[in-house]
């Protein structure tokens, strides 16, 4: 009887493991990250916070690891106009970022949604009645898996998008967040959390 419980016990802990993948954010500073640009990315009472700097450009906070196929689940949170996205399979130099993003955006602006930065611009919005998923101003939960050419976001719970290509399908490289041109943005993220598949 002992022994079948500790086999449970075991095997319980395992799979919890497995299922929840790592940690790309500790909660305590930016490493195994690396900033591009000059917009500003730090850590304030645990939480990762994404602003707008001086400049008002584009900025970015990769992985210093490629990623091909993976289930990434955040939470993220708006303030100001709070225009923001998480990059996928993603080259970056400088500030040209090529890949493809999972907006984060104001209201009706389309978070969940798919666009190909230096490309061929949205490739799929979310539908209109989907957009009332976003919770502005509060904590909201963002997933995303990417698996071969497919590609599913989902917000708060609802699928936003599913979308195939090609393209997509035949990169690989780094996962990005994004503060828009523009200034006056600022975004804050935590419980960023990574299965490879």
Known sequence: MKKISLFAIVLSIALTSCHSG???????NLDGWQKYGTEKWYVEDGLLVSESGPDKMY???????NYKDFEITLEFKQEADGNSGVFIRSEIEGTKISGWQVEVAPPNLHTGGIYESYGRGWLIKPSPEKEAALKYGKWN???????????????????MVDFSDEKIGAANGK?????????????????????EL
Do not use: M
Not at 181 to 193: E, F, L
């Open 22 to 28: 790592k940690e790309l954010f500790n909660g305590k």
């Open 59 to 65: 900025g970015y906070l990769a992985t210093e690891e």
């Open 141 to 159: 939960n963002l997933k995303i898996k990417v698996k071969g050419n497919q590609v599913t976001s989902w917000l708060n719970g609802v699928e």
């Open 175 to 195: 996962i990005a967040l994004q503060i828009h041109d523009g200034g006056g943005i600022k975004v804050y993220w935590r419980n960023i959390r990574l299965k």
